[in-house]
Each structure stands twice: as structure tokens, then as C-alpha cells.
């Protein structure tokens, strides 16, 4: 079965500092993963997916993510954070056709 | 065009009373879910929707929770008798189909809150 584990409920950083929001996978067959993000009061907005065309994804408002299988991992970053960034972000794995399994969410926080 | 739209955006309802949630997915969209949110948590699924398929009804965490969806449109999903621990956020999403990469477009979400 597909699981998906977020290191870290919450990560602080500085304003202009990297952000990396950790994501670790478990799947018995070529995942399909996703990173989204949630801004206050809203619904979740799909930030980028891995569709095994290349292990560096590119996403939107300078995120990405690099599958790595040897390590299970998924992880977020972007090189610089923006105040605009601050919101709950959640790794996801498709199970199935039906399914998509999410994470327990991180809380970005950016301080001044 | 219009996204995923959910009414109401907030619903305050005592024990033991029924509460129906509305889903309008974006037009077109075969595909539709239902997930709970608690608070400080992720994402629970409850039941998904496609096309005229049987519904997979595996997340519903009780008998009395049930959803309907009409064809390929509008959704309700029913809590009956409610109790204080399904206050939560309930979201919908839709997409085009049940594809692998297919993303799922997430509604605001309506919080009901149970007193």
C-alpha cells in the first residue's frame, strides 16, 4: 500500500532563506506524487506532480521537487522564501485510480 | 471558467441533527472526491465518484455519512445524527478523469462545526 510520511509539522525560516519541506514515500510500484498548497481559508491548489519524466519537477511560484528512489523522498524547496509562501503544504501518492493519499501537512511560516 | 464551488461555506449544527454539504465540480469534470479535514490534519478520504461507475465508497468512516452525485454534475454528501467529532472541513474535488496524473481541483471547502 502507498503511504506518504512529512517530516515536520511545522518549519520557520527567514524571509529570502531556502525553504525544504521534507516528504518520504512508501509505494510497491512507480509512484505518481504530488506537492499542494493550501493558503488560508482556501481550497488546495496543486503546486507540482512527478510523472516519471524527469526526477527534477518543476512547479509553480518557483517550487520544485526532485524524486529521489534510492532515498523514498520527495521533497519541496524553493531557493528563496517569500512572505507569500506561509501556508500548509501537503505531499500526496496516488493509491489508485480513486485514490490519492495525502500527508499529514507541514506548516511554512516565514518570518521577516 | 468556474472552479470547484461547495455550499455552504460554513455550517453550525447542533448533536444529532442531519447536515447535506453541496459539491459543484467544474463542468466537464467525470471524476469526483470527497475528503475530510480535521483540524491540524491531513487529508481523509471518504468517497469518490466517476462517471456512471459504481461509487467507491471505502473512506466513509460511518453508515451514516452517504453522498449522491447526479450523472456527471452536482454531489450532496449527507451526515445524519451528527456528532461533535465530525467537525471538520469537508472538501470536494473534481477532474477531467480517474487518470494517474490526472490533478485534482479542490473546492474552499465547507466547515461544519458541530456543537
Known amino acids: 500500500a502507498q503511504s506518504v510520511t512529512q517530516l515536520g509539522s511545522h518549519v520557520s525560516v527567514s524571509e529570502g532563506a531556502l525553504v525544504l519541506l521534507r516528504c518520504n514515500y512508501s509505494s510497491s510500484v512507480p509512484p505518481y506524487l504530488f506537492w499542494y498548497v493550501q493558503y488560508p481559508n482556501q481550497g488546495l491548489q496543486l503546486l507540482l506532480k512527478y510523472t516519471s519524466a524527469a526526477t527534477l519537477v518543476k512547479g509553480i511560484n518557483g517550487f520544485e521537487a526532485e524524486f529521489k528512489k534510492s532515498e523514498t523522498s520527495f521533497h519541496l524547496t524553493k531557493p528563496s522564501a517569500h512572505m507569500s509562501d506561509a501556508a500548509e503544504y501537503f505531499c500526496?501518492?496516488?493509491?489508485?485510480?480513486?485514490?490519492?493519499?495525502f500527508g499529514s501537512g507541514t506548516r511554512l511560516s516565514i518570518r521577516p | 471558467g468556474a472552479g470547484v464551488s461547495q455550499s455552504p461555506s460554513n455550517k453550525v449544527t447542533e448533536k444529532g441533527k442531519d447536515v447535506e454539504l453541496r459539491c459543484d465540480p467544474i463542468s466537464g469534470h467525470t471524476a469526483l472526491y470527497w475528503y475530510r479535514q480535521r483540524l491540524g490534519q491531513g487529508l481523509e478520504f471518504l468517497i469518490y465518484?466517476?462517471?456512471?461507475?459504481?461509487?467507491?465508497k471505502s473512506g466513509l468512516p460511518s453508515d451514516r455519512f452517504s453522498a449522491e452525485r447526479t450523472g456527471e454534475s452536482v454531489s450532496t454528501l449527507t451526515i445524519q445524527r451528527t456528532q461533535q467529532e465530525d467537525s471538520a472541513v469537508y472538501l470536494c474535488a473534481s477532474s477531467p478523469t480517474a487518470g494517474e496524473y490526472n490533478e485534482q481541483f479542490f473546492g474552499p471547502g465547507t466547515r461544519l462545526t458541530v456543537l
Open positions: 500526496a501518492v496516488r493509491s489508485s485510480a480513486s485514490k490519492i493519499i
Open positions: 465518484f466517476q462517471g456512471n461507475s459504481a461509487p467507491d
